[in-house]
């Protein structure tokens, strides 16, 4: 943590010495309250018996100590490092021996059932930033200033918070790119562990009143339900609406190919009971030009049963691109290839793009396949497809390590380029034994071949499918969210949301762990 050294508005505490001749030297330490947001210092050093058990501090004296010891009563302790402390960092109690002060828990989806990977969970030691709306170049750790602890939740959903302040009501943020939420501790107590994981709590918004979640455009398709897996995944309905509603997730009519075997008919309305059944937008409208996608920080594109050249000319598909270049993140799935494979240079270099039929659960008599489910495997050659590997099988998605099972899988990309790209997830195409891969999920970051510190966005690929059934128009004609089959989340879809926040997660290069800003 870091001790900028600021005596205004700073809380005056008296500071207990062992040496007469230091008595009457002082520690500040700061619990001013801000004007808006979190309230980084909930007093934990006025309410000390709840943290300690012991007799509150005495309060006074004046100046700046570095490096004595700050009576917080009891038998705790509180050593200020060489400079400074400043609000809750001046609430980290001093412990005996291997003792530390710890706050630990899990993080779990909207719907508190999903335990998630590569959360930030951090004490924020001054006002936590407002999010501007919209595509940005952000970095990791921009939106979080100098936090107190800090801690990014690993395959299990886990997060440990070493050095924790104690006290009561102590603050803490979920934190994925731009899904936020401002939690407090009910009480902490100093130099033992406090755990912190209901999973009706601790868990990240279902709604904006509940805390951040990014604005998302979801081009919905005929051949599968991209808009349903956030509504499973939790999020209140009320908070999809059409592009001209106060929702954070805005819906928008893709193209259809019924009756060519592409699929079914897409939603095209809200039911009467949502947004007064509102018609949907045109998705034409969605990538028309990079300003209207910069509008929104995440951009799905549902399977629409075919790829509709004509309808995205080079000019919207370079728009999605520069959108992506510029902060973008881009969730295309099947069909979607269109926009890299026959994209802007140089996108078409990011794989082997060719479409194959029979897709890998189909044969020469039935091309498209059926539900039979199909192996797949996951690179875990590089830390993300590592620990997605591990929390498939600690979510019950997978029962082997490396492999899952998958349905309807497809056949459009054979092989990722890793100079741009990299491939997370696989199967077979028993239909092409000589070069039998299917690549089902790749990513890639943008600008394209730009350095680490240039990189902005991201994209992702994925052949796999949130739907269970592979026409979907009897369901679609009631209208979103009747639409919508309401249960919990395949196996296939735990995949899915898992690639979908990690889309959400600030850029970085994928040969490193994810770690936390200090």
Known sequence: MKNPLNAIGLRRVSVVSSLAAMAALAASCS?????????????????????TGGAASSVGGSGLNTGSTLNLGGDITKSMPDGPCKDLECAVPKCEGAAKTTITGK?????????????????????????????????????????????????????VLQDAPAGTDIPIVLQVGKWRRQLKVPAVTGCADTQFNDPTV????????????????????????MECLPLRMGIDPAEFTTADGDGRIHLFLGHSNTGNGGGGKPVTAFDATHNAGAALTSSDTLWATKESLMKY?????????GSFERQKPMAVRQALYDYESAGGRVFASHWHNVWFEQGPDPLPMTGTWNTRMPNPA???????????PQLATINQTFPKGEALAKWLMNVGAST????????????????????YAREWITVKNPNFPDSPTAVQYMSFNAPLGAADDKICGRAVYTDLHVASVDNNTTANAMGFPASCEMRDLSAQEKAVAFMLFDLSSCVQNEDEVPKPPK
């Open 31 to 51: 619990s001013k309250t801000p004007d808006s947001g979190v309230d980084p210092s909930p007093n934990p050093s006025t309410n000390p018996t709840a943290a």
């Open 107 to 159: 993080v779990y989806d909207p719907a508190g059932k999903v335990p998630l990977y590569n959360v930030l969970v951090y004490v924020p030691n001054a006002p936590v930033p407002a999010f501007t709306d919209g595509a940005t170049c952000d970095r990791c750790g921009a939106s979080v200033v100098n936090p107190v602890t800090s801690a990014i939740t690993d395959e299990t959903g886990t997060f």
């Open 202 to 225: 601790v868990r990240l918004p279902k709604s904006k009143a509940e805390g951040d979640i990014p604005k998302i455009a979801i081009s919905v398709g005929g051949a599968d339900q």
């Open 297 to 305: 920080d995440i951009t799905i594109l549902s399977c629409e049963g």
């Open 362 to 372: 189909g044969n020469a008599q039935n091309e498209n396949g059926d539900n039979t």
């Open 400 to 419: 082997t390590l490396g492999n899952m099972d998958v349905v309807y899988p497809r056949d459009n990309i054979q092989a990722v380029n890793p100079t």
